[in-house]
């Protein structure tokens, strides 16, 4: 219900007001004003912020914004962390896989080349297959100078390379040389009769550092019974022409720095031949792959020619 006041002039020039009330709004003849509605409820008034509800306010904006930046920070840290360990992995990855390709193609025994895998723990030596140079093809006229000769069969070496010049304190304590990184040493001319080389041409030898990064390596040959660190069937075996390839290559490669080895430590022990090797721990900063060769001896024979060999030198008084 709304209260109107009507509002007129009165006899002596003055305002008078009646009061009406109604529902609608009430038709004023044309000789009076209209009605001017009056709100009976009273103003309402807007409080300022007090200083405590604004210090309460500034604090808490802060709190959030300082809780989303340690969230981010947290993971944008655990984002780079893991892309610099994946990137690590794969570097490991990388490297193990190119010497498991030449492990591979490695040649068995024969005569003149020697064994198509050779080695320790910390070096391999492969005898590879590889094809020669395209400009080898290429059809020459007779007057024209012959080209020197090329092998296709390739030695190539992996180990680590240490500088002699300056000391380094390794995790362990050890005080020893400052390693440099993994070494791939490949030999092209091997084997060449020195007639077919040209004047003063020397043995081709590509020495690269594959990867300073890459501080540690180890090497494991399987026999087709047990894993050994070392494997050397050389032509010393009475007749041998055999396969001398091993079962398996474990290949290990990884960033943890490796210290040389010491000078009695490289000395070839027969008596120590057919002892198995002890596993490669799980080590993060690692990466292991094993290759298989298809083409060694299904019939385990360079087990065979290793254990012949150590009973020949046991029969001859060399061995133990």
Same mark, same amino acid.
């Given at each position: 219900m709304i209260r109107w006041h009507r509002y007129s002039l009165g006899a002596t020039g003055g305002l008078t007001a009646r009061a009406c009330t109604g529902s609608k709004l009430p038709v004023a003849p044309a000789n009076q004003s209209l009605p001017v509605p009056i709100r009976l409820y009273g103003t309402r008034y807007r409080r %300022?912020?007090?200083?405590?509800?604004l210090l309460l306010a500034l604090g808490l904006?802060?709190?959030?914004?300082?809780?989303?930046?340690?969230?981010y920070d947290t993971t944008l840290r655990a984002r780079d962390r893991d892309a610099a360990r994946i990137t690590d992995r794969e570097l490991c990855r990388v490297i193990a896989?190119?010497?498991?390709?030449?492990?591979?193609?490695?040649?068995?025994? %024969?005569?003149?080349?020697?064994p198509g895998v050779h080695g320790d723990d910390r070096v391999i030596t492969i005898q590879t297959a590889a094809m020669v140079d395209k400009d080898r093809f290429l059809?020459?006229?007779i007057r024209d100078e012959p080209l020197p000769a090329q092998c296709d069969i390739r030695q190539v070496q992996y180990y680590l390379a240490y500088d002699e010049d300056e000391s380094y304190v390794?995790? @362990?304590?050890? @005080? %020893?040389?400052?390693?440099?990184?993994?070494v791939r040493r490949e030999m092209k001319t091997l084997y060449q009769a020195p007639q077919l080389l040209r004047e003063g041409q020397l043995a081709e030898v590509d020495l690269d550092?594959?990867?300073?990064e890459m501080k540690y390596v180890r090497f494991l040959y399987f026999d087709g019974v047990?894993?050994?660190?070392?494997? @050397?069937?050389?032509? @010393?075996? %009475?007749g041998q022409m055999g396969n001398s390839l091993p079962q398996a290559v474990e290949i290990t490669v990884g960033y943890g720095e490796l210290p040389p080895k010491e000078e009695e430590d490289m000395d070839f022990d027969e008596d120590d031949e057919l002892i198995p090797a002890v596993p490669e721990a799980y080590d993060p900063r690692k990466y292991t792959v094993v290759v298989r060769l298809w083409q060694a001896d299904a019939f385990l024979g360079s087990r065979l020619m290793r254990a012949q060999r150590r009973s020949s030198r046991s029969s001859s008084g060399d061995g133990g």
């Open positions: %300022a912020m007090t200083l405590l509800e904006v802060t709190l959030v914004s300082a809780m989303m930046f340690m969230f896989m190119r010497i498991a390709e030449e492990i591979r193609s490695a040649n068995g025994f %024969a005569a003149g080349v020697g059809r020459q006229s390794y995790p @362990d304590g050890t @005080d %020893a040389w400052v390693p440099l990184g993994l550092l594959i990867s300073p047990d894993w050994v660190d070392k494997w @050397d069937i050389a032509e @010393d075996v %009475a």
